[in-house]
T-cell receptor, first 110, second 112 residues
Framework: GEDVEQSLFLSVREGDSSVINCTYT??????LYWYKQEPGAGLQLLTY?????DMKQDQRLTVLLNKKDKHLSLRIADTQTGDSAIYFC??????????FGDGTTLTVKP | DGGITQSPKYLFRKEGQNVTLSCEQN?????MYWYRQDPGQGLRLIYY???????QKGDIAEGYSVSREKKESFPLTVTSAQKNPTAFYLC???????????FGPGTRLTVL
């Protein structure tokens, strides 16, 4: 089955850019999502990209997709302390099966 | 306001008891899901439902049961057969199974 991998931790300084990486194994994954989870809360959809796209930008968020390498990244520009959270990558196939990574904990230092 | 709600936020259970977690959505979504989240881990799918009166087992369905009698509601029962039920439970919904999922705030279940 699909496997989605993320690095577990990332620490940046306030104002810097953060880049969170994700790799997946199923080349038929059509929909790729990024979610944010704050402590004790549910997941909040941040952004998404379809497999026929290379890049998507939404305000401070930029998603890059390298379909050949099955690599997805989320860049957060001008990272703020409020961006500290766990970020999950999720890959969904056409059949609707979703697989989540284990999450990357982003810590933003003032 | 459209959204997805879960109740209660915290739930304590004695060993051997069944408990039911509530999930309600007013987003008019067809698909609903239950996930379990353990510390430092990703989400594992327990059950999902694509339409009313139909549901399928996910990856870790043993010890859990669900019903989908109404489009808006997808309650999860954690039975005494679930050996390690202490976890954070998340309900989600989507327009279709490939669509983006909208999550509820979660229920933290602790077995005493």
């Amino acid at each position: 089955g699909e496997d989605v991998e993320q690095s577990l931790f990332l620490s940046v300084r306030e104002g810097d850019s953060s880049v969170i990486n994700c790799t997946y194994t199923d080349s038929s994954s059509t929909y790729l999502y990024w979610y944010k989870q704050e402590p004790g809360a549910g997941l909040q959809l941040l952004t998404y990209i379809f497999s026929n796209m290379d890049m998507k930008q939404d305000q401070r968020l930029t998603v890059l997709l390298n379909k050949k390498d099955k690599h997805l990244s989320l860049r957060i520009a001008d990272t703020q302390t409020g961006d500290s959270a766990i970020y999950f990558c999720a890959a969904t196939s056409n059949a609707g099966k979703s697989t989540f990574g284990d999450g990357t904990t982003l810590t933003v230092k003032p | 306001d459209g959204g997805i709600t879960q109740s209660p936020k915290y739930l304590f259970r004695k060993e051997g008891q069944n408990v039911t977690l509530s999930c309600e959505q007013n987003l008019n979504h067809d698909a609903m899901y239950w996930y379990r989240q353990d510390p430092g881990q990703g989400l594992r799918l327990i059950y999902y439902s694509q339409i009313v009166n139909d549901f399928q087992k996910g990856d870790i369905a043993e010890g859990y049961s669900v019903s989908r009698e109404k489009k808006e509601s997808f309650p999860l029962t954690v039975t005494s057969a679930q050996k390690n039920p202490t976890a954070f439970y998340l309900c989600a919904s989507s327009t279709g199974t490939s669509g983006a999922k909208f999550f509820g705030p979660g229920t933290r279940l602790t077995v005493l």
